[in-house]
């Protein structure tokens, strides 16, 4: 969706109704923090933890509906 991405190093998507995430192997190469706080998300797919970059220092999850993680 948002071809630029690999250039940001936090990205703030809270307070957005969001109910799936998914990061592409190419995207947000020099993420350090990524929230995602707020939203209607249920579980936390597998591609945010294995394809997430080694720079991704936070993660923000709190007041979600989280169930599982694939």
């Not at 190093?9 to 109910?19: D, E, F, G, H």
């Amino acid at each position: 969706t948002f071809p630029c991405l690999d250039y940001f190093q936090t990205v703030s998507l809270s307070n957005n109704a969001i109910t799936s995430v998914n990061i592409a192997n190419s995207n947000f190469t020099a993420l350090a923090s990524l929230d995602l706080s707020s939203n209607r998300l249920t579980s936390l797919p597998y591609s945010i933890i294995n394809r997430t970059p080694n720079s991704l220092r936070f993660l923000d999850l709190r007041n979600n509906s989280i169930t599982s993680i694939d």
